[in-house]
């Protein structure tokens, strides 16, 4: 079955930076929507940051021009590179991945990691 795992959170002062990974087993990264999402408690989950199937990197308003998303498929990762992090985005992040084409977003990936926790103080 499909495994994504994803590392790289942790806290931070804001302003500062992280990288986030994801490795997925039993999954081949081909032109799926793939992404990283995020949820905070008691709000929606909502995704920051997408490669869509022309392989253009897509972010919401809120991560524009500090957020970069990039795979690596010999490694068959995917990855979130933060910069100028902002307390607001303290969140649980998680990596997401489809597989069939479609929307991107799609109205439910298929496939999503267990999260790790990006805290900005």
């Known amino acids: 079955h499909v495994q994504l795992v994803e590392s790289g959170g942790g806290s931070v002062q804001a302003g500062g930076s992280l990288r986030l990974s994801c490795v997925a087993s039993h999954y081949t990264f081909k032109n799926y929507c793939v992404g990283w999402l995020r949820q905070t408690p008691g709000k929606e989950r909502e995704w920051v940051a997408l490669?869509?199937?022309?392989?253009?990197?897509k972010y919401s308003a809120s991560v524009e021009g500090r957020f970069t998303v990039s795979q690596d498929n010999a490694k068959n990762a995917l990855y979130l590179d933060m910069k100028d992090l902002k307390p607001e985005d303290s969140a649980k992040y998680y990596c997401?991945?489809?597989?069939?084409?479609?929307?991107?977003?799609?109205?439910?990936?298929?496939?999503r990691g267990q999260g790790t926790q990006v805290t900005v103080s």
């Open positions: 490669i869509n199937s022309q392989r253009t990197g």
């Open positions: 997401a991945v489809d597989d069939m084409y479609g929307g991107c977003p799609p109205q439910q990936f298929r496939y």
